[in-house]
């Protein structure tokens, strides 16, 4: 089992950044698949990115791409994602989740995970 708490969500103006950071509890990160969703007012859970347990691939989700990057260090038990050039669309509470994968490949789907964190908001004002 592990247990995830991010950090980092916060009030940003358009355009400029923020970085997100998912601490893991456990020590077999390295065997979960980890993958960042968010839910925005009155919208459904989006996939925003994901990695693979070695970190060696990735996935984004076409609203984020070129923009967000997610990265992971399983040394410390922690998966960081990057936000540039933010809009005020990307506004929503910002989920990590962990899935515990015996191959190493990203996983987009918000149903494939088993642990979740509790989520920290992120406001993009215009």
Known sequence: QVQLVESGGGLVQAGGSLTLSCAASGRTFSSYAMGW???GPGKERESVAAISRSGS???YGDSVKGRFTISRDNA???VTLQMNNLQPG???VYYCAADQQSVDIPI???WRYDYWGQGTQVTVSS
């Open 76 to 78: 410390k038990n922690t």
């Open 90 to 92: 990307d506004t929503a």
């Open 37 to 39: 969703f968010r839910q």
């Open 108 to 110: 987009m789907t918000p």
């Open 57 to 59: 691939s990735t996935h």
